[in-house]
């Protein structure tokens, strides 16, 4: 053998060793981030500074990493067709939700928000968000199949708060009355359980 097909011999088996320890590392890494997958990646000061999660009975993802934080200022458009921002909400909490029609999970949440929504009335506003790009078109029909009693059709079909908050759907984010963020939860849960009442009254 000649010392340059020997050289390529070791050169490729240095390149085939270097592919199998990243293949089996990959395992671990998806271990690791199976709770955090569906939440915006953290900077390392805010995971240092984050009190170890809750796990909701109901699934879901509960992120406090955020506490304190102001809500974005996008604009997004409320029932009467005109543009409005989470300030306009301060003076009592607000649970914020967004979602989208082509949302598996979004969907079959959206009931127990409106029972929530209506168990709450007078003390927390709800008030879900749709991001999908067609706007009306799309969830006006939807908003009419299910007949809520409570929830009304904002839309943000610019996708401005999905955008502002890096997230992925759905996200349900709790402010207080002052309009700091309290925790949010990414991921579909129970909002008319005892545990999601708990949760909310976190909100002052």
């Known amino acids: 053998m000649s010392s340059r097909s020997a ?103 959206m009931p127990t928000l409106d029972a929530a929504a209506k168990s709450l009335a007078g003390t927390v506003r709800v008030v879900a968000v749709s991001q999908d790009l067609e706007g009306k078109a799309k969830v006006a029909p939807f908003f009419a199949a299910r007949q809520f009693t409570t929830l009304q059709p904002y839309l943000d079909p610019k996708i401005g708060l999905s955008t502002a908050y890096g997230a992925n759907l759905p ?7 002052a309009g700091k963020e309290v925790w949010r939860m990414t991921g579909g849960y129970e909002w008319n359980t005892p545990a999601a009442a708990t949760l909310i009254a976190e909100a002052k």
Not at 27 to 44: L, V
Not at 76 to 96: Q, R, S
Not at 171 to 176: A, E, K, P, R, V
């Open 171 to 177: 996200t349900t984010i709790l402010y207080d009355s």
């Open 7 to 109: 050289i390529v011999l070791l050169l490729g088996i240095n390149l085939l060793v270097a592919g199998c320890d990243r293949q089996s590392a990959a395992p671990e890494q998806a271990t690791a981030n199976t709770d955090a997958a569906a939440a915006p990646a953290a900077s390392p000061d805010e995971v240092t500074a984050a009190p170890a999660p809750m796990a909701p009975p109901a699934g879901g993802t509960l992120d406090r990493s955020h506490k304190g934080e102001a809500a974005p200022t996008a604009a997004f458009e409320a029932p009467d067709g005109k543009p409005v921002t989470i300030a306009a909400f301060k003076g009592k909490p607000l649970l914020l939700n967004l979602w989208a029609t082509w949302c598996g999970p979004c969907v079959a949440e």
